[in-house]
DNA sequence: TTCAATATTTAGCCTTGTCTAAAAATAGTT
DNA sequence: AACTATTTTTAGACAAGGCTAAATATTGAA
């Protein structure tokens, strides 16, 4: 369908993607399952696209021992997460879609393959720095600004105040479940309670009292200004 | 990767355009060749694609004899269409794109599967009713102006005077060649001569003499006001 | 060090969409 | 009516991307 050489599948920029993510988080190589994992199939597959990745010169492989994205298959990736979050701020800012709604969509839109298209939307918007979740845009280099100093929420101690400054990038449901207690980027909050039976968090938003969960709790950035 | 039952991959997305497109021109039922040679594919490929879209409902088929849109594979035709022609209109009026340019990108922008994000789109853009070549733009109804009166540029008469309102929706080539003599929608025109021998024809455009082949002058349309 | 549990790879099969080559149906011409 | 020429369909193959089940490598606990 489309002509240059190097065209990658949008499967295999979804693998480039996780690769990346995983390697946030993860100082060693990306193991098979570790990978299988995150995208929801089969080691077995993993171990096929894992070949034809490292056949393009986008990861290194070592049998058994996992991959690992070369210098060019970051670069790569970090152009996929950079059409990403640019289609993200456009939902947001121009077509008014809720924060919760835009990561679906942002899915699809970011295998387009026009790097004048990516180019002309980032001027379009102003050249964003985040994009609705909090997350950092890479320019058209692939530089962009290391993450605001951002701890995990479950991290602040009782009686302290804080500021939501990012959240996982994730499920619609997750983002549907902080708009429903009206949690947003910028959104000031006061911890008041920490439980240590089920690591559970209390806190303060606006005037109500909200608990949650451990698992919340780790996916919420906040910064205490 | 998405949910409902029934989505359409963007082969059959694509074929269903076609067959839409060769309907407008032709009566009858699509031919088996007719639609491979628009698909630039082979007509054993058709035949299989035609089976399938078959099975979906969205034509109708009989063997030998060619096939046709239902009510609903037109309805869902014309929506991919609105797509594509949205997009075409978000290109040039907000990015700036030539109106040669974005035929491609929308090409594959037409396949992003969110109603909602069409429906923003538009109301986004206002509501446009034709897009940067003049084609009419389906509403959500799949409702839509029936092409302004036009007729080729080729049927035009020898000292008649004319204003361009629409191209054929076609190669990135062909719009460059058309920008290329400064050639565009509301571009006024007049015939000075027509060539029978190799059915060209020379039009004045500003202060300039072109001459168009036979190809070019079925393709552009214009309108005696 | 040995052996079982776990991780990874291989082998073989499936579906989608494409192709070529061969078979069958239709159309056109005498 | 008969016989070509053309169109269309079928049959068989292939590549991409996925899956299951089986084989193999690695790990780590006794
Ligand atoms: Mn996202
Ligand atoms: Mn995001
Ligand atoms: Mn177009
Ligand atoms: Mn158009």
Known sequence: MFKTGCMLTQSEENYLKAIYSLSEQNAEMISTNLLADKMATKASSVTDMIKKLSEKSLITYLKYQGCELTPFGRETALQIIRKHRL????????????????????????????????????????????????????????????????????????????????????????????????????????VLEKFSFDQSILILVGDKEINLSALVSQKIYVCQA
């Open 87 to 190: 289609w993200e701020v456009f939902l947001v800012e121009k077509l008014n879609f809720g924060w919760e709604e835009v990561h679906e969509i942002a899915e699809q839109l970011e295998h387009i393959q026009s790097s004048k298209l990516t180019d002309k939307l980032d001027e379009f918007l102003k050249f964003p720095k985040i994009d609705p979740h909090g997350d950092p845009i890479p320019d058209k280099n692939g530089v962009f600004q290391k993450q605001i100093i951002a701890q995990p929420l479950a991290s602040i101690q009782i009686s302290e105040k804080a500021t939501i400054t990012g959240v996982e990038d994730g499920s619609s449901e997750f983002f549907q479940f902080l708009k429903r207690y009206e949690i947003g980027l910028g959104t000031e909050i006061k």
